[in-house]
C-alpha cells in the first residue's frame, strides 16, 4: 500500500505546484494525518509549504519538512558521492513518514540546483522512499508534437529507472491543443495522463506581488485590490482616449506619475467597468496632487494606485519577467488551481491508484472536502438574492472556480458587476438577474397571488412583493429556475425563510420542521437535532425529527446511529420526560425498522464505549452513536454550544428539515467559508430524488426565533 506520493518534473516552468495542491486535496479527503516532505530546499521561505500548511492545517513541524538545502546537498554529493546523499535523505524521509498515514513528497525544481541529473536522483529518492511517482511536464508555449514527445520521453525515464509511476500530468498547454493532445496521450501510455490547460491567472502576478517586486508605495487600494490578478499590462504615453481603447479587463495600467489625466481617466472606465482593470502604476516615483488622489478614491474605491521609482522601460522589463505564485496570501489563485486540477483530472480514479489508506474517522476537513466533492458530483444551480453582498460575492467566485455548483445572483445588475469589478472577482458564468427589470416578474406575480389568493392577495399587490430579491428567488426554486436558495447574510431569518412557507410549503410527509448540527469534532462528525427550532416537542414530534435527522445523515455521508437522549438509560429512570423519550424511540421503532436506534439513553452511554459496556451492554447504538436527539431545545441549545466552545467542535447547521425544496438561511456574520459550505449544502439537498428536504441556516439564534 502506498505511504506516499512523489510529485516531481523533468524541467523547470512546469507549475507543479497545481499537481502538488491537488493531490494534497485528494490525501486529505481520504486520511487525517498527511505529512509533507521537501528533500531540497532553496534559501528563503517555502511559499508552497506555507500554502499547505494555511489552507489544510498542518500542524507538522516545519523543521522536518526539508531534507537539506541545496548546497549542502551538492557539498555533500561532491565530497562523499551521491549514495550518502541519497542515505541522508532517506534518513530524514523516515523520520517524518512514521508519524503520518501518508506523506506528499514534493519534487526538486531544476532551477539552479547545481545537481547532475536530477531527473536520475528523483527517481532514486522515490525509489528509496517507496513512494508512486506522478511526473509532470510543462507545455507552455509549446507545439502539440513537443508536448506530446516530451510527456512519452518523461514516462520511459522515470519507469526505466523502476519507479512505480501512478500517472502522467501535462501542464500549462495551449488550451486549444489540450483535447488533441489527452487523446492522443491516452492511447500511447499505459498509465493515465492527465493534461491541464494554462490558464493566465494563475501565472498573473497579483498586484500586492508586483509592489513588494519593484519596491512600491501603496497611494490607494485595500487589500481586496491589492490581490486582484495582473493580467495584462497597458502602458501609458499616448492621449487619453487611446489608452482608453487599449484597456482589457484585469489589465494594471502603467503610467508616469504626472499623467494624472490617465490616472483618473483609467480609474473612471474601472467604475464604469468598461473594462474593470486591476490597478495603475506609477512610474518616476511622481505622485499625484492629493486633490487627484481624493477623486480617484471616489471613482473606484478599493482599486490600487501604486507608485515605483524607476521609470516606465526598466518597470516594463521587470514586469514582463515576474510570473504569480501560489502561496498563502493568494488564496483566490488556490482557489483557481484546485478548479484547474478537479476539472481535467480523474480525481476519483487517482485517488484509488494512491492507495491511500482509509480510515473510518471523519474530520472536519474531510467533511468540508466530501461535501464539496458530493455537490460537485451532480452540479445543481443555486440562486443567491444577495447578490451585491461582498461575502457573497467572494464565495460565488470560490463556488464557480471550484465548479461546485451553477449560480444565479439577483440584484441590480450593473451593481453586482460594478461591486464585483471593485472586489476584483471574477464572476464567470454566474447568471445576473434584476428582479425589479426581469422578464419573469409577470409571470411571478401570477403565480405568487395564485398561491395567495386566499389571503386576498392580487396580481398588482403580487407585482409588488415579487420584485423583493428573497421572494423572487424563492419563486425560481419553486418554478425550476433554481434547485434551492441561499439567503441571510443581510436579511433576516423571518425575511428569508418566510417565502419558502408561503410558497415551496413543507413535504406532504412531514408533521413538522426541525433542524439538526453537523458537529465536526476533532476525529469524527456527529449529528445533533433539534438545537434550532422546537422548543418542546412531544413524543410524535420527537420521532418525526429522530427519522428526519438520520436521513440528513445519510445524505451526508454520516451512518445513522440514532441515541434518544434523556436524562437516564434504558429502564433505569422513570417520569414525564423519561417516558417521552421512551415512546418517541417506539414509534421511531414502529415506523423504521432498519433504523439502528436507542433510547433513553444518557449522552454519555451514547458516544463513550466504556460507559455504554456498563449501561446498555451489547447495544449496537450506545458507545457509538453518529445522531443524537435531544428532548426539547433548551437542552439541544446549551449543549451543542457547550460543544462547540469547550471542545473546539465546528458547528455546520443548522439544517432545517421538512421543507420540499432547499431555502436556506445564512447568520448575518457569516464568513465566506461559511456561505461556501452552506451553499453546497443546499447544492446536496437538491440533488435527492425527491426534491431536497432540507434547509440550512448557519444561525442557531436567528432560526430558534423566526
Keep these: 500500500m502506498t505511504r506516499s506520493v512523489y510529485v516531481t518534473g523533468i524541467d523547470r516552468g512546469d507549475g ?8 494534497m486535496e485528494l490525501l486529505t479527503r481520504r486520511v487525517d494525518r498527511v505529512g509533507v516532505f521537501r528533500p531540497l530546499v532553496h534559501d528563503g521561505p517555502d511559499r508552497l509549504f506555507e500554502l499547505l500548511r494555511a489552507r489544510y492545517r498542518l500542524a507538522q513541524d516545519p ?49 539552479d540546483t547545481q545537481l547532475p541529473d536530477e531527473l536520475a536522483l528523483n527517481a ?51 488550451p486549444a491543443d489540450r483535447a488533441g493532445i489527452a487523446g492522443r496521450l491516452d492511447s500511447r501510455l499505459p498509465v493515465p495522463c492527465y493534461v491541464i490547460p494554462d490558464e493566465p491567472a494563475l501565472s498573473a502576478p497579483t498586484v500586492s506581488q508586483i509592489t513588494q517586486a519593484l519596491d512600491g508605495t501603496v497611494l490607494l487600494g485595500d487589500d481586496s485590490g491589492l490581490s486582484r490578478d495582473a493580467l495584462n499590462f497597458v502602458f501609458g504615453g499616448a492621449t487619453l482616449p487611446n489608452v482608453l481603447g487599449a484597456l482589457t479587463p484585469g489589465c494594471l495600467v502603467v503610467t508616469p506619475g504626472d499623467r494624472a489625466d490617465l490616472v483618473v481617466g483609467a480609474l473612471a472606465a474601472h ?16 505622485r499625484p496632487s492629493d486633490e487627484v488622489l481624493t477623486l480617484a478614491a471616489r471613482l473606484a474605491p478599493g482599486t490600487p494606485v501604486v507608485a515605483v521609482r524607476t521609470g516606465s522601460f526598466d518597470t516594463a522589463g521587470e514586469l514582463f519577467a515576474m510570473e504569480g505564485k501560489l502561496n498563502a496570501a493568494t488564496p483566490r489563485k488556490a482557489e483557481t488551481a484546485l478548479g484547474l486540477f478537479e476539472r481535467y483530472v480523474d480525481t476519483g480514479d487517482l485517488l484509488d491508484r494512491v492507495s491511500a489508506p482509509s480510515t473510518d474517522r471523519v474530520t472536519p476537513m474531510m467533511f468540508e472536502h466530501e461535501l464539496l466533492e458530493q455537490a460537485r458530483s451532480d452540479r445543481r444551480r443555486v440562486v443567491l438574492p444577495e447578490g ?7 464565495a460565488a467566485e470560490v463556488l464557480l472556480r471550484r465548479g461546485v455548483c451553477d449560480l444565479t445572483l439577483l440584484g441590480p445588475v450593473d451593481q453586482i458587476r460594478k461591486k464585483a469589478a471593485d472586489l476584483g472577482i471574477d464572476l464567470g458564468a454566474a447568471q ?22 386566499h389571503k386576498g392577495v392580487t396580481v398588482e399587490l403580487a407585482y409588488d412583493v415579487v420584485a423583493d430579491v428573497n421572494y423572487f428567488g424563492t419563486l425560481m426554486v419553486e418554478e425550476g429556475l433554481a434547485d434551492g436558495m441561499v439567503s441571510g447574510s443581510v ?28 458537529m465536526c469534532l476533532a476525529d469524527k462528525v456527529l449529528v445533533y437535532g433539534d438545537c434550532a427550532v422546537n422548543p418542546d416537542p412531544d413524543a410524535r414530534q420527537l420521532a418525526d425529527i429522530a427519522v428526519q435527522s438520520a436521513a440528513t445523515a445519510a445524505r451526508f455521508g454520516v451512518e445513522p446511529r440514532i441515541a434518544m437522549l ?101 447568520s448575518r456574520g457569516a464568513l465566506v467559508q461559511d456561505i461556501v459550505n452552506t451553499v453546497a449544502i443546499t447544492a446536496v439537498q437538491a440533488q435527492s430524488p425527491t426534491p431536497a428536504s432540507t434547509s440550512t441556516s448557519t444561525s442557531t439564534d436567528k432560526a430558534a426565533t423566526a
Design 124 to 174: 532514486r529518492l522515490a525509489n528509496e522512499f517507496g513512494a508512486s511517482v506522478i511526473p509532470v511536464v510543462g507545455g507552455r508555449k509549446q507545439t502539440s508534437e513537443s508536448v506530446l514527445a516530451e510527456t512519452r520521453n518523461a514516462y520511459r525515464a522515470y519507469e526505466g529507472l523502476g519507479c512505480d509511476v501512478l500517472a502522467m500530468v501535462t501542464n500549462r498547454v495551449a
Design 271 to 286: 467604475s464604469a467597468g468598461t473594462p474593470p482593470i486591476a490597478g495603475v502604476l506609477l512610474t518616476l516615483d511622481e
Design 16 to 23: 507543479r505546484q497545481v499537481v502538488e495542491l491537488g493531490v
Design 491 to 518: 436579511h433576516s431569518t423571518a425575511a428569508t425563510i418566510r417565502p419558502a412557507f408561503e410558497i415551496i410549503k413543507t413535504k406532504p410527509d412531514a408533521s413538522i420542521v426541525s433542524s439538526v448540527f453537523f
Design 388 to 394: 451585491t453582498e461582498p461575502r457573497v460575492l467572494h
Design 566 to 666: 434523556s436524562y437516564s438509560t434504558g429502564t433505569s429512570g422513570s417520569g414525564a420526560d423519561v417516558d417521552k423519550v421512551r415512546e418517541a424511540t417506539e414509534l421511531v421503532r414502529g415506523r423504521r425498522d432498519d433504523l439502528k436506534i436507542e433510547g433513553p439513553i444518557q449522552y454519555d452511554a451514547a458516544v463513550e464505549p466504556s460507559v455504554a459496556a456498563t449501561k446498555l451492554p451489547g447495544s449496537e447504538v450506545a458507545g457509538q452513536a453518529s445522531v443524537l436527539i435531544f428532548p426539547d431545545l433548551n437542552t439541544g441549545n446549551n449543549t451543542y454550544k457547550a460543544v462547540q466552545r469547550s471542545a473546539g467542535a465546528i458547528a455546520v447547521g443548522p439544517v432545517l428539515q421538512g421543507l420540499r425544496k432547499p431555502v436556506n438561511d445564512l
Design 432 to 453: 445576473l438577474i434584476d428582479p425589479a427589470t426581469s422578464e419573469l416578474r409577470d409571470a411571478f406575480a401570477a403565480r405568487y397571488a395564485a398561491l395567495r389568493a
Design 63 to 111: 523543521a522536518t519538512v526539508y531534507g537539506m538545502d541545496y548546497h549542502e546537498a551538492s557539498a555533500l554529493q561532491a565530497e562523499r558521492g551521491t549514495d550518502e546523499l541519497v542515505s541522508t535523505l532517506v534518513d530524514r524521509f523516515h523520520a517524518v513518514a512514521r508519524d503520518y498515514e501518508i506523506v506528499l513528497v514534493l519534487g526538486s525544481d531544476y532551477a
